[in-house]
């Protein structure tokens, strides 16, 4: 428990810190690098991936009434519709602001 813990906050420092680099990548430098949206794609798949069974195998130390509050959220699969719409938001940003630049 204590391990899986300390992986969501590992993996949550990676989310953020790949979303971060995306950021600066896409308002910053203006140029994306394949390799850096595949790390960013897998960084989100495996963040709601390792959040889903830690609040499923209740490994956060979370307070009953929250641990409630998203197990319930889990068990309707409102996660994935959340990983589904970030995933989605990106590619929309990116297709918005590139366009047909993609793929010259």
Request: aromatic share 18%; glycine share 4%.
């Amino acid at each position: 428990r204590r391990f899986m813990a300390a992986a969501q906050v590992g993996y949550t420092l990676g989310l953020l810190y790949a979303l971060y680099l995306f950021s600066m990548s896409f308002f910053v430098i203006q140029a994306l690098c394949p390799w850096c949206l595949l790390v960013t794609l897998t960084t989100i798949l495996v963040w709601f991936a390792i959040t889903r069974y830690n609040i499923r195998e209740k490994n956060l130390y979370l307070p009953k009434s929250l641990q409630s509050k998203l197990t319930s959220f889990v068990k309707r699969d409102y996660d994935k519709l959340a990983m589904f719409s970030l995933i989605i938001f990106l590619i929309l940003a990116i297709v918005v602001k590139y366009g047909d630049g993609i793929f010259v």
